[in-house]
């Protein structure tokens, strides 16, 4: 099957980056239908022309590619398989992208559903935070048949550059656990190498100047240390959101058998962190910690 540019596209969670990703499609010609809970967050998106929905259901009965961006895997068990949710009221053939992070578990529980109603589901959460999603260069890490990804190509590469068919259902999911884990650590130590730099009486700018283009280098210390130099804690990505991922990974990897230290120090310190109100600011916000402690 094609999906073409007078295919219906669904869109379903207008945040920090479903409104860029769905901008994206829009602009590319795609008739493209949204719902959120809070109608404003649309605005953006309804004044360049797309079509607004009010509920999951009605959205559901009229795409022919639902994309989902909520927040916890409650929220994509409630859209998906609830009374009102998608898997209910979307018809037979539909492709479904959830993009959320959420559980292996439940995206394959979500494939098992879809595939005995005759539809195709794929999990296919990202990276990139919020640059990523303006800027159309997202990591989409896929899980599901192959059929249906290709199918579906098109769509992602709209939103994303890095996009890769990683296995069966729940594979996006348990991929997008290794990138959670990963980065985990990694904010810590940007963020002591930051307040390192501070202490020592240096330009933290000058610092990660010299030592982002080395072997230090990544992703975190090149977008995320500067806003954390400049004071700027704005969610690119939620605290509250990477807490969530970090529980589901723990919960994985303790499944699994498999020791992660790394992970648990991590999401002991975003804890630490929420619980002093900072929730909802971005993740680099974890920079405060180490320098308040510290005097920095």
């Known amino acids: 099957m094609t999906l073409g540019k007078n295919s219906v596209v669904g869109f379903i969670g207008i945040g920090v980056m479903g409104k860029s990703m769905a901008g994206h499609l829009l602009r590319a010609g795609y008739q493209v239908l949204v719902y959120t809970r809070t109608k404003s967050k649309a605005e953006t998106l309804?004044?360049?022309?797309?079509?607004w929905k009010e509920s999951v259901a009605e959205l559901?009965?009229?795409a022919q590619v639902i994309i989902t961006m909520v927040g916890y895997p409650s929220d994509v068990e409630e859209t998906y398989l609830g009374d009102g949710g998608i898997l209910r009221h979307a018809r037979t053939g539909t492709y479904l992208l959830d993009m959320t992070t959420s559980t292996p578990?439940?995206?394959k529980e979500i494939y098992q559903a879809a595939k005995q109603k005759g539809m195709y589901a794929l999990d296919a959460p990202v990276s990139g935070g919020d640059i990523g999603a303006r800027e159309a260069r997202l990591t989409i890490m896929v899980g599901g048949d192959q059929e249906a990804f290709e199918?579906?190509?098109?769509i992602l590469e709209l939103m994303g550059q890095n996009i890769v068919l990683q296995g069966q259902a729940g594979a996006g999911q348990h991929t997008k656990m290794c990138n959670q884990i990963a980065i985990a650590s990694n904010m810590i130590g940007v963020c002591e190498a930051m307040a390192y730099a501070g202490k020592a009486g240096l330009d933290p700018l000058s610092v990660l100047q010299s030592i982002e283009a080395g072997a230090a280098g990544s992703w975190s210390l090149s977008n995320l240390a500067p806003r954390m130099i400049a004071g700027s804690f704005e969610p690119g990505f939620y605290i509250k959101h990477f807490i969530k991922d970090m529980n589901i990974a723990l919960a994985a990897a303790e499944e699994m058998g498999l020791l992660t230290p790394g992970l648990k120090l991590a999401k002991s310190l975003y804890e630490e962190l929420a619980e002093k109100g900072e929730a909802e600011s971005g993740?680099?916000?974890l920079y405060k910690l180490f320098t308040e402690k510290q005097g920095v």
């Open 283 to 285: 993740t680099q916000a």
């Open 151 to 154: 199918t579906v190509r098109p």
């Open 105 to 107: 578990s439940l995206a």
């Open 46 to 51: 309804l004044q360049e022309g797309a079509v």
């Open 60 to 62: 559901a009965a009229q």
